[in-house]
């Protein structure tokens, strides 16, 4: 079966450290894997997206993510966070047999303090 | 930039009145989507749609639930008989494709029901 595990639900960083969002994924498939941030009341908006390219891929607003197939893993990370970045923050997983169904993790809550 | 626009933004109903959920796709898109989210929860699939039909159905879209596109620009999601647990954010997506294409997200709208 196909899954996506986010493994903090909440992670709270002061404004200019990095930031860390830790995803696993579980897919026999090879995957196509997604972050999307939602900023309270507003729509899921698309950070980037892995799609079987470069396995480092970098996305608006200065984040990235590394695709490690050994580990599962596709881990968030901006070296600097900003205010602006407190949001909540979903990894996907695309389900395969078309139709893009989008298999979303619990979602990770990051707060920002001064 | 063009953006999925979804209303109404907060509906309250009582139990087993019917709702009606619109949205209103980018223009160019071909695919629409349907995803909720009770509180607390996951976001889950609810349903794609191509071509006026349905391409794919999740387990919890039953008889109660139907999609519609009546005029070629509205896509409406109508839940006939509410439910308490029919409470939760719904959210509208389409995309230019059906399984390669990013998924562009309504800001939602919340139901809840009494």
């Known amino acids: 079966a196909q899954s996506v595990t986010q493994l903090d639900s909440h992670v709270s960083v002061s404004e200019g450290t990095p930031v860390l969002l830790r995803c696993n994924y579980s897919s026999s498939y090879s995957p196509s894997l997604f972050w999307y941030v939602q900023h309270p009341n507003k729509g899921l908006q698309l950070l980037l997206k892995?799609?079987?390219?470069?396995?480092l891929v970098k996305g608006i607003n200065g984040f990235e993510a590394e695709f490690k197939k050994s580990e599962t893993s596709f881990h968030l990370t901006k070296p600097s966070a900003h205010m602006s970045d407190a949001a909540e923050y979903f990894c996907?997983?695309?389900?395969?047999?078309?139709?893009?169904?989008?298999?979303f993790g619990a979602g990770t809550r990051l707060a920002v303090h001064p | 930039e063009p953006e999925v626009t979804q209303t109404p933004s907060h509906q309250v109903t009582q139990m087993g009145q019917e709702v009606i959920l619109r949205c209103v796709p980018i223009s160019n898109h071909l695919y629409f989507y349907w995803y909720r989210q009770i509180l607390g929860q996951k976001v889950e699939f609810l349903v794609s749609?191509?071509?006026?039909?349905?391409?794919?159905k999740s387990e919890i879209f039953d008889d109660q639930f139907s999609v519609e596109r009546p005029d070629g620009s509205n896509f409406t999601l109508k839940i006939r008989s509410t439910k308490l647990e029919d409470s939760a954010m719904y959210f509208c997506?389409?995309?230019?494709?059906?399984?390669?294409?990013?998924?562009?997200f309504g800001e939602g709208s919340r139901l809840t029901v009494l």
């Open positions: 749609f191509y071509n006026n039909e349905i391409s794919e």
């Open positions: 996907v997983l695309r389900a395969s047999g078309g139709y893009n169904k989008l298999i």
């Open positions: 997506a389409s995309s230019e494709q059906s399984n390669t294409g990013e998924l562009f």
């Open positions: 892995y799609t079987s390219a470069a396995t």
